[in-house]
């Protein structure tokens, strides 16, 4: 049975930084790919950045290039999203998912056959 433990949310003041981690049970994550997704109230869940550890490769949304760097631990079967000037409108529900074949099409839902419960981050201003 997979899942997926999600883990490091919380509330932090504008420019302040915050890990996120997500530990991957049941399955080693290579050689698919885990990524992280986000929602805020009242709008879409878009994707935040992908990681694919045999590739290598990664992808991230362009509101987060250069402030929020996904990594993967293989010893620990977690991959981290280590997320530095965070801004209010970072504030969502953070959410884990795994074992998508490639990013080649970019983060796509449909990809992810595995999901999170969701963590909360919250940016104040």
């Known amino acids: 049975q997979v899942q997926l433990m999600e883990s490091g949310g919380g509330s932090v003041q504008a420019g302040g930084s915050l890990r996120l981690s997500c530990e991957v049970k049941?399955?080693?994550?290579?050689?698919?790919?885990v990524g992280w997704f986000r929602q805020a109230p009242g709008t879409e869940r878009e994707g935040v950045a992908g990681?694919?550890?045999?590739?290598?490769?990664?992808s991230y949304a362009d509101s987060v290039k250069g402030r929020f760097t996904i990594s993967h631990d293989a010893a620990e079967n977690t991959v981290y999203l280590q997320m530095n000037n965070l801004k209010p409108e970072d504030t969502a529900v953070y959410y884990c998912?795994?074992?998508?074949?490639?990013?080649?099409?970019?983060?796509?839902?449909?990809?992810?056959?595995?999901w999170g419960q969701g963590t909360r981050v919250t940016v104040s201003s």
């Open positions: 998912a795994a074992e998508a074949p490639d990013l080649d099409y970019g983060l796509r839902e449909d990809d992810f056959p595995y």
């Open positions: 049941g399955y080693t994550i290579s050689p698919f790919c």
């Open positions: 990681i694919c550890p045999d590739r290598p490769s990664t």
